[in-house]
């Protein structure tokens, strides 16, 4: 066998040989445009142009590579690129190992450095300062709805939301001990709430044990014989403890949404490809005036902009005021974009622009 072998494996040795090279003047090329982004202030990190290139490799791919191995590639070959452009901090709503720490990881790949953060209060403080480049926190879950948090610090925050990240949420049952031995579950109690069915079925004697984090669930399951924890698989890696059982959600489409946060805004990824958020107060107008929701929505809707997301939140100043949060198709800099929010200013007194990003992660 080992001689049939040898001259095919000699040519995956010449490709890859070629594909050393061609990645190292992939970089060098970024390098430079490193150095040109420094010296314009331009953002290192841009999303508009990482949702280009995986578009176009994917258009390009006639082979029996699927399109999302070429993806996963040029997640670490970008990521390359950012920490040779510049070394980029990316803050994450910790603790590690997380969900968001997950998400973190799908985005920015293996070459730059992560920083756990406490909430996300102290994740916008952290790009505000400059302590990090940027950060990302969860921002909505399919079947838990927004993190309110998240809404209420932009109100005072100038930074802007550069991109968009969704991530398929799927518990496992992690445990150095094997399922019929498992008398305890640990895990934060969203996780468990989703696992509830699978759990009832297969370990009905086990007693659920709330924990902080589902991180830290596993932690305490690795040092006690006989319990489990309920985690993502990126935890049962961190902390080492062994998968017992993959998929344990009883739904299997639960998303979560999250948001990169940076101190400068990203481009237009063009095509309608683009998604917008705005914070938009009526003032005492939503309270006195009939119809003023409506009035709200009436300049996106006649300019043929799609309204994806409305929430309010209280606006905390006064009872009854709110701020609304939408989310519309486009970019910022797009005309009918530009003519709507002009023509929403001449009766809201706050209209502010939280960022535009690529609608596909
Ligand atoms: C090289 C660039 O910088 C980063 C790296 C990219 C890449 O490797 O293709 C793309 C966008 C940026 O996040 C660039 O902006 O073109």
């Given at each position: 066998m080992d001689d049939a072998l040898a001259p095919i494996r000699q040519k995956i040795d010449?490709?890859?040989?070629?594909?050393?090279?061609?990645?190292?003047?992939?970089?060098?090329?970024?390098?430079?445009?490193?150095?040109v982004k420094r010296s314009s202030g331009g953002s290192i990190y841009a999303s508009e142009r990482e949702d280009a290139v995986l578009r176009k490799v994917c258009s390009w791919n006639d082979g029996p590579i699927k399109d999302e191995a070429l993806r996963a590639i040029y997640r670490e070959i970008m990521s390359a690129a950012i920490a040779l452009e510049k070394a980029t901090k990316i803050a994450y709503l910790g603790p590690e190992a997380t969900n968001t720490h997950a998400a973190a990881i799908?985005?920015?790949?293996?070459?730059?450095?992560?920083?756990?953060?406490?909430?996300?209060?102290?994740?916008f403080t952290a790009v505000e300062k400059g302590e990090a480049d940027y950060a990302v926190i969860p921002i909505e879950n399919s079947t838990e709805g927004s993190v309110r948090e998240a809404l209420d610090n932009f109100v005072e925050s100038d930074l802007k939301i550069v991109a968009q990240i969704y991530l398929e949420i799927s518990h496992a049952l992690i445990s150095n001990d094997s399922p019929e031995k498992i008398t305890k579950v640990y895990s934060k109690d969203?996780?468990?709430?989703?696992?509830?069915?699978?759990?009832?079925?297969?370990?009905?004697?086990?007693?659920?044990?709330?924990?902080?984090?589902?991180?830290?669930?596993v932690e305490i399951a690795k040092n006690e014989p006989g319990a489990a924890a309920v985690a993502g698989e990126l935890a049962a890696q961190f902390h080492e403890v062994p998968v017992q059982v993959h998929n344990i959600q009883d739904k299997s489409d639960n998303t979560t949404r999250f948001f990169v946060l940076g101190k400068k805004p990203a481009g237009s990824a063009g095509d309608g490809r683009d998604m917008t958020s705005f914070l938009i107060s009526l003032g005492d107008q939503a309270a006195s005036h009939s119809g003023a929701l409506l009035k709200m929505l009436m300049p996106l809707a006649e300019r043929g902009i799609?309204?994806?997301?409305?929430?309010?939140?209280p606006s905390k100043k006064r009872p009854w005021d709110y701020y609304f949060f939408v989310d519309v198709s486009g970019h910022y800099t797009d005309l009918n974009m530009k003519a709507a929010l002009k023509e929403l200013s001449t009766f809201c007194p706050m209209v502010k622009w939280l960022g535009s990003y690529p609608v596909v992660s």
């Open positions: 010449a490709i890859d040989r070629e594909f050393v090279r061609l990645l190292n003047e992939r970089l060098e090329l970024a390098g430079e445009i490193g150095k799908k985005k920015f790949g293996a070459s730059v450095d992560y920083e756990s953060i406490a909430t996300i209060a102290d994740l969203q996780a468990l709430a989703q696992c509830r069915n699978w759990l009832q079925r297969h370990l009905p004697h086990a007693q659920l044990v709330d924990a902080p984090s589902t991180s830290r669930a799609n309204l994806s997301k409305i929430e309010s939140r």
